[in-house]
C-alpha cells in the first residue's frame, strides 16, 4: 500500500524491471499524481537501471515547479542503491560516475530523502518500469 508523503513534501516512487526498463512516478501528499515517466535503458544490470531511474526521478524533479518549494522523497526497491547514495564511496567502480551525479542532484534539491521499500509498495512505478522494458519512445507525462 502507498503511503502518502507528509505535508511540504513530494514523493517520487520509482522502480525498474531487470536490466532494460526504468520508469517512476511522482505524487505529492494528497495522491495526486503530478508526473510519470518509463522509458528503456537498453541492455544494464539491475543495480545499474536503478541508479539510472533514480538519477532520472531527480533531473525531472529538479527541472519541476514543485523543486524550489517542496522536498523529495525517493523510493527504491534496491538495498544496493539507497545504500550506495548514502556511502557514495562503497559504489562499484562501474557505477561511480551514475553515483557522482546523482550526489551533484541531491544538492540542488531543497531536501531529498531516498528510501527502500519493496516493490510489492510500489505497484505503479514497477509497472512504468515493465512497460519501459519494450518502450521505442520514452514517456514523460507532466500534470503541471
Known sequence: ???????GYMKFSKGKLGPTGIGGVLRDNLLVVKMVFSKSVGMEDSNMAELLAVRKAMCLF????????????????????VNWIHNPQSVPWLMKRIISHIVVLKVQIKECEVLHILR??????????????????NLLVYYG
Open 1 to 7: 500500500m502507498w503511503i502518502p508523503p507528509p505535508h
Open 62 to 81: 529538479i527541472s519541476s515547479c514543485w523543486a524550489p518549494s517542496h522536498k523529495l522523497i525517493i523510493e527504491s526497491d534496491s538495498s544496493n542503491v
Open 120 to 137: 510489492e509498495c510500489n505497484d505503479m512505478a514497477d509497472g512504468l518500469s515493465k512497460a519501459g522494458v519494450s518502450r521505442r519512445n
